[in-house]
T-cell receptor
Framework: DAMVIQNPRYQVTQFGKPVTLSCSQT?????MYWYQQKSSQAPKLLFH???????NEADTPDNFQSRRPNTSFCFLDIRSPGLGDAAMYLC????????????FGPGTRLLVL | QKEVEQDPGPLSVPEGAIVSLNCTYS??????FMWYRQYSRKGPELLMY????GNKEDGRFTAQVDKSSKYISLFIRDSQPSDSATYLC????????????FGKGTHLIIQP
C-alpha cells in the first residue's frame, strides 16, 4: 500500500547528462516537496508545490527544476548533474501546511559518474 | 550557529536500555517539533509530533520539548534491535507549507 512512490530507486548518470526523477502519491495531498539528503547530512528542502504554486528555496541551484503536471505526480529535473549532486532525493507530501501529515517516499539514490 | 544541532553519534546501547536522543535549536519561532526514524537507504518516517512545550507519550516513545531552553528530546524505553536506525529531529515554525528544518540525525545502534 505504498502512498508515496519514487522512481527509480537508484539512478546512475554521467556528469552533465540530464536526469529526471519522479514521484507519485495516492494520498491526494495538495503539497509536494523535494528534499536533497547527502550522506550523514540533514535533508535539505529544494522546493515545494502548494497546489499548482511553485516555491523555490533561495539557495536551490538553477540546475534543479521541478514540474507538477497534476496532483498526483511531481518531477525533479537536474539539467547538468555534477559530482556534488550525488545524493538521496526524497519526495514528501502533506495536506496543506499540516506538517504532522507529511509523508516521505523511499527516496531515489543518485550517483553521478 | 546552525539552526538545529544534533549529535550524529553513533550511539550504541545494549538491548533493553533507555535511550535519550536530543536536539538544540536557536530559532525561537519554531513551534512544532517532530521526530523521524530513518532506516538505511529508506525515507524518514514520522514517529512523534509535538506542538509547543510539554511531553507526549506513544508506546515506548516519549517526546519532550522545553522551549525556554530550546531543547527537545526523544526517549525510547525497552530498546530493541529493530530500533537501530538514524533518528532525525525536525522543526517547523508553522508559518506555511514550507519545508521542515531537520537536524543531521543521530545514528542509534541497539546491541542484542
Amino acid at each position: 500500500d505504498a502512498m508515496v512512490i519514487q522512481n527509480p530507486r537508484y539512478q546512475v548518470t554521467q556528469f552533465g547528462k540530464p536526469v529526471t526523477l519522479s514521484c507519485s502519491q495516492t494520498l491526494n495531498h495538495n503539497v509536494m516537496y523535494w528534499y536533497q539528503q547527502k550522506s550523514s547530512q540533514a535533508p535539505k528542502l529544494l522546493f515545494h508545490y502548494y497546489d499548482k504554486d511553485f516555491n523555490n528555496e533561495a539557495d536551490t541551484p538553477d540546475n534543479f527544476q521541478s514540474r507538477r503536471p497534476n496532483t498526483s505526480f511531481c518531477f525533479l529535473d537536474i539539467r547538468s548533474p555534477g559530482l556534488g549532486d550525488a545524493a538521496m532525493y526524497l519526495c514528501a507530501t502533506s495536506r496543506d501546511d499540516r506538517k504532522e501529515t507529511q509523508y516521505f517516499g523511499p527516496g531515489t539514490r543518485l550517483l553521478v559518474l | 550557529q546552525k539552526e538545529v544541532e544534533q549529535d550524529p553519534g553513533p550511539l550504541s546501547v545494549p538491548e533493553g536500555a533507555i535511550v535519550s536522543l536530543n536536539c538544540t535549536y536557536s530559532n525561537s519561532a519554531f513551534q512544532y517539533f517532530m521526530w523521524y526514524r530513518q532506516y538505511s537507504r529508506k525515507g524518514p518516517e514520522l514517529l512523534m509530533y509535538t506542538y509547543s512545550s510539554g511531553n507526549k507519550e506513544d508506546g515506548r516513545f516519549t517526546a519532550q520539548v522545553d522551549k525556554s531552553s530550546k531543547y527537545i528530546s526523544l526517549f525510547i524505553r525497552d530498546s530493541q534491535p529493530s530500533d537501530s536506525a538514524t533518528y532525525l529531529c525536525a522543526l517547523d515554525s508553522g508559518g506555511g507549507a514550507d519545508g521542515l528544518t531537520f537536524g543531521k540525525g543521530t545514528h542509534l545502534i541497539i546491541q542484542p
